[in-house]
């Protein structure tokens, strides 16, 4: 059955997956940003359905306006989710460009790439969110720059949220709660040294996946007394509120 399943899913998933590539490399630039965002949404979620994966979501999604979505980082799964909510430019590390398929769909729907170990890969990546707030765009951030089962939070890099602090952009925090027949679970989980395409068998072949989506209210823009929080505080602001519900 795991077999059958695969292959009737993976015969969803490749059209889908064609017609992204379509849209991508020949249908983005003739749109204007609003139609690109009503695409990139329906066709994230039409690829979480036909991935067998259903979404539901608490709280309330920055739906207008500039706003850095901060979220734990479990799969590959996670960009297209968030994308199912709004449109979203991530931030992500600059090897996910080399992932077949994944990876030039990702690019082509505005992923900002960051060239780790790279003197002055922050600065720069900094400037790019920043164009892009300017532009009222939401931008995601994973900050704890890898992938775990999804129970726990490793420490956040507290760099990437300057800009958004500089910007006085709000930040909002998301925890991302996979779950296999209302249970939650790290199946879906793409850690370690596993391939992208045993990932997808073990994703595609399954039954009762679910990922749970918790909007949390915004961080506070100001202390008490008026001052600016440091990006170190914003950055343990967010982990905190996310760990709170995962």
């Known amino acids: 059955m795991k077999l059958l399943r695969f292959v009737l899913r993976l015969s969803l998933?490749?059209?889908?997956?064609?017609?992204?590539?379509?849209c991508?490399?020949?249908?983005?630039?003739?749109?204007?940003?609003?139609?690109?965002?009503?695409?990139?949404r329906g066709w994230s979620r039409c690829l979480m359905a036909a991935c067998g994966l259903r979404v539901t979501s608490k709280g309330q999604p920055r739906l207008k306006g500039p706003v850095l979505l901060v979220a734990n980082h479990v799969s590959w799964i996670d960009i297209f989710v968030l994308n199912s909510a709004r449109a979203t430019s991530f931030v992500a590390k600059s090897e996910i460009r080399?992932?077949?398929?994944?990876?030039?769909?990702?690019?082509?729907?505005?992923?900002?790439?960051?060239?780790?170990?790279?003197?002055?890969?922050?600065h720069a990546m900094g400037e790019s969110?920043?164009?892009?707030?300017?532009?009222?765009?939401?931008?995601?951030?994973?900050?704890?720059?890898?992938t775990t089962?999804?129970?726990?939070?490793?420490?956040?890099?507290?760099?990437?949220?300057?800009?958004?602090?500089?910007?006085?952009?709000?930040?909002?925090?998301?925890?991302l709660r996979f779950l296999q027949h209302g249970e939650r679970s790290g199946y879906a989980a793409f850690v370690g040294e596993e391939?992208?395409?045993?990932?997808?068998?073990?994703?595609?072949g399954v039954t009762g996946l679910a990922v749970e989506v918790v909007f949390l209210p915004?961080?506070?823009?100001?202390?008490?007394?008026?001052?600016?929080?440091?990006?170190?505080?914003?950055?343990?602001?967010?982990?905190d509120a996310i760990l709170g519900v995962l």
């Open 13 to 22: 998933v490749l059209p889908l997956i064609v017609f992204g590539l379509f």
């Open 129 to 146: 969110m920043q164009t892009r707030f300017k532009q009222g765009d939401a931008v995601g951030l994973f900050p704890e720059g890898t």
């Open 24 to 40: 991508v490399g020949l249908v983005y630039p003739l749109l204007r940003p609003a139609a690109r965002a009503w695409l990139n």
């Open 98 to 122: 080399a992932w077949p398929v994944i990876g030039w769909l990702v690019a082509g729907a505005g992923t900002l790439f960051i060239e780790r170990g790279q003197r002055h890969a922050v």
């Open 218 to 239: 915004p961080l506070e823009a100001r202390h008490p007394d008026g001052s600016l929080p440091t990006r170190l505080e914003l950055s343990h602001q967010a982990r």
């Open 149 to 175: 089962e999804g129970f726990a939070l490793l420490p956040f890099h507290a760099s990437l949220f300057e800009p958004a602090r500089a910007a006085a952009v709000e930040i909002q925090p998301v925890a």
């Open 195 to 204: 391939s992208l395409v045993a990932n997808l068998w073990r994703v595609l």
